[in-house]
């Protein structure tokens, strides 16, 4: 079978390196990939959001699977583009419909489902322009930090956390009124702020069944101690020490049944993943957000954990059967380390050579924003290369996740020393 991956990041190469591991594969591509997957399948240049492209890839390169890494051309409807077209009718996409997207295209959406599916999550309301006052009132009603999320797709950074009632209004506004999101922030959800510890669940349904992968907790700050803007992730690490068995039954038995259940009830089609971000609320556990695909940089752990053929796990979601595939997870624990590009994730300048990511042995290297230019490896991204290490413990993983990245190299390089050090 040929597949098809759809995405650049450390994500699509993660999935790249474990879906080549399988003899049910004949030709693998990304699209449009990066250095490192062009190391172990064929990089087709398109862009994620060119769908007539890749429409025209999947014909020419008889592709039979497509796995959808990133959110923006899930939320774009790309499933339902591909499944309209004329001969294509049997092809499996690993990825919601347009409708099911919505629960990450839109956090109001995402609420209502909760809220309709008793599924555990921040109190919260909405609001436009054209109830600005009414948004002024409610925040008055709230104690601090307020955060404030933006509806749309806004690249991870649409959600404000504050202090102070006055900057919470003066952003409110500017979220609103002078569109700091762009169209992201048309609509913008004020929540309850809940004090707790983050950690992610990960989902593979087919719309009847679902198995949950192994569990993981980012760090999404830029600044050690978790301080600083929010990027796309600094580090992850699997699995979550304080996430006892108890607790985890928890999360299966009050949130991941009610949503798979949830999204039948409401006749929403869903066939891929689920990234289901949760804060554990003294012994409780409660949503913060749904994603509709893999999160990175967990995915750079999470997916190193699965022992079994991810095809198989795949190929069940396109028939319906992944209540007859076994998942099998590695015990050990996984750390990754991602390094950043200077000034990430504001303003940052590409095309800096990389060295030493080749000469690493004991780790995993995935390539996040990396491409090839006049024979060197050189960045292309914020978020240039992750290292993932396996190991008995978690700071065995982490002493060899650093001694590795103490070894790359590129102009400007950065990344937090203290991943995992708070659990």
């Not at 899930?74 to 583009?81: A, Q, R, S, T, Y």
């Not at 198995?211 to 980012?218: E, F, N, R, S, T």
């Not at 009830?265 to 003294?282: A, E, R, S, T, W």
């Amino acid at each position: 079978m040929n597949v098809l991956i759809i995405g650049s990041g450390g994500r699509e190469h993660t999935l790249a390196w474990k879906i080549a591991q399988s003899d049910k594969v004949d030709q693998l591509f990304v699209a449009p990939g990066n250095a490192g997957t062009s190391s172990i399948a064929t990089n087709l240049a398109i862009g994620v959001s060119d769908f007539n492209a890749i429409k025209e890839a999947i014909t020419t390169y008889n592709i039979k699977m497509v796995v959808v890494g990133p959110e923006v051309p899930l939320v774009e409807g790309i499933h339902d583009f591909l499944k309209d077209e004329a001969g294509l009718n049997d092809l499996i996409i690993v990825g919601p419909r347009k409708l099911a997207a919505t629960l990450e295209g839109s956090k109001e959406f995402a609420k209502e489902f909760m809220l309709r599916n008793n599924v555990p999550t921040a109190a919260y309301q909405s609001f436009t322009s054209e109830n600005l006052v009414e948004g002024f009132q409610f925040l008055e009603s709230l104690n601090p930090p307020y955060v404030l999320k933006a509806d749309g797709l806004a690249a991870g950074k649409g959600v404000l956390i504050l202090q102070d009632i006055n900057e919470a209004k003066a952003e409110l506004e500017a979220m609103l009124v002078n569109a700091k999101f762009g169209n992201a922030s048309t609509t913008v959800v004020i929540e309850e702020f809940l004090d707790g510890i983050e950690l992610s669940c990960f989902v593979l349904t087919d719309g009847e069944n679902y198995k949950i992968l192994p569990y993981a907790k980012d760090y999404k700050r830029i600044g050690e101690g978790d301080k600083g803007l929010n990027t796309g992730g600094m580090g992850a690490v699997s699995p979550v020490p304080f996430a006892d068995e108890a607790f985890l039954a928890k999360i299966e038995e009050r949130i991941v049944k009610p949503t798979v259940d949830g999204l039948k009830k409401d006749n929403i089609p869903y066939q891929g993943f689920i990234f289901i971000g949760l804060i554990k609320v003294g012994d409780d556990p409660k949503v913060i957000e749904y994603n509709v695909r893999m999160g990175d940089p967990e995915t750079e752990v999470v997916i190193p954990r699965i022992k079994s053929d991810l095809m198989d796990l795949l190929l069940a979601v396109g028939n319906q059967s992944l209540d007859q595939v076994s998942l099998d997870i590695d015990p050990r624990f996984a750390t990754t380390v991602m390094t950043v590009s200077g000034g990430y994730p504001e303003t940052y300048e590409r095309g800096k050579e990389i060295t030493g990511a080749y000469t690493v042995s004991d780790s995993l290297v995935f390539h996040a924003g990396t491409t090839a230019k006049d024979g060197k490896l050189v960045t292309n991204g914020g978020r240039v290369i992750a290292v993932t290490s396996l190991g008995e413990t978690k700071e065995e993983a982490l002493r060899t996740s650093y001694k590795n990245v103490s070894t790359l190299n590129f102009e400007g390089m950065y990344y937090r020393k203290d991943i995992g050090f708070d659990l």
